[in-house]
């Protein structure tokens, strides 16, 4: 028994709470899993985990046991990567989650140069909008879009953006242009569902962030379709610049409130733990966040 292998293959069990999805995720029968964590508690004397028909938990000795494994096979990836690392060709597979319509306006087209730049590195790019667990789904790297981060993220800031709140000149020339956020409440507005809540809208007025709620005609948890109604006059959006720009560009909306502004949204490559981040994926992540930053 390789007891490195065997660690990595602990540290994976409990980190997912199951055999079995273990085996699935490294692609080994279950039984293979199940012989090798049988092994290494053979050669501890210990039992690290109590199984049953419907969890898996670890003992006392288990939890202990996994924190240590976890400090020394960060140190191995350490040593392995090595301090000369920063004049190697970055190589291996990145599996990268990235939002819909974010990913495929902006960071597609940096990710297919990232590709040419680094043809040894494997790029498997997953587009959803989905909030995912970066370890039960083997994610090395996420992008998210969001205002506010969880308490035990690991992330790193590469960008910003805004949200506009947009609608028809039609629309407007039916219904009104709101002077005040207030007013929204006389108007029929679209709503984005994965934003927590489609009724209720933030705006910064005299200085302090304040909750508007909206009348909601039509909800959705895409963007480009709900900026598309829009466009088509069917009430007031509130959306991301990535999505707005290309409908403001052609005249389809205009912004209103502009005197009122969002809360500004932050843009985080989102790691699966604080654990040793590899060569390929710190490459990467400094590749994004120089060319966002460039614009």
């Known amino acids: 028994m390789d007891r490195l292998d065997a660690m990595q293959l602990f540290v994976r069990v409990a980190e997912l709470g199951s055999f079995a999805a273990a085996a699935q995720q490294i692609g080994v029968a279950r039984s293979v899993v199940t ?21 898996l938990t670890l003992t006392s000795a288990g939890t202990a046991y996994l924190e240590k494994c976890r400090v020394i096979l960060n140190l191995v990836e350490a040593a ?23 990913g495929l306006k902006r960071l597609a087209p940096l990710l297919l140069d990232f590709s040419q730049r680094y043809p040894e590195v494997m790029l498997d790019m997953d587009y959803t909008d989905r909030r995912i667990n970066l370890i039960e789904e083997g994610i090395d790297l996420a ?8 308490a035990g993220d690991v992330a790193r800031r590469i960008g910003s953006g805004r949200m506009l709140v947009l609608a028809a ?14 007013e929204l409440a006389h108007h029929v507005c679209l709503g984005y569902t994965n934003a927590g809540s489609a009724l209720a809208w933030q705006f910064l007025v005299d200085g ?26 069917l009430g007031i959006t509130c959306q991301p610049d990535f999505i707005a720009d290309d409908f403001l560009a052609t005249g389809r909306v205009v912004e209103i409130l502009a005197d009122f502004p969002t809360p500004e949204l932050g843009i985080y490559a989102m790691l699966p733990s604080n ?7 710190r490459v990467l992540m400094d590749n994004l966040a120089e060319r966002l ?3």
């Open 35 to 55: 012989r090798q964590i049988a092994g290494l508690e053979a050669h501890l004397g210990i039992k690290l985990m109590a199984r049953s028909t419907r969890r």
């Open 80 to 102: 392995e990567t090595g301090v000369a690392e920063e004049r190697q060709t970055p190589r291996g597979s990145i599996r990268i989650s990235l939002p819909l319509s974010y």
């Open 143 to 150: 992008i998210r879009i969001t205002r506010r981060l969880d």
């Open 169 to 182: 000149p039609d629309y407007l020339s039916r219904h009104g242009t709101p002077r005040h956020p207030a």
């Open 208 to 233: 302090q962030l304040e909750n508007f709620h909206v009348r909601s005609r039509l909800n959705a948890n895409n963007g480009e379709v709900l900026t598309e109604a829009a466009a088509q006059g």
């Open 275 to 281: 654990r040793h981040v590899p060569h390929r994926v």
């Open 293 to 295: 930053a460039a614009g």
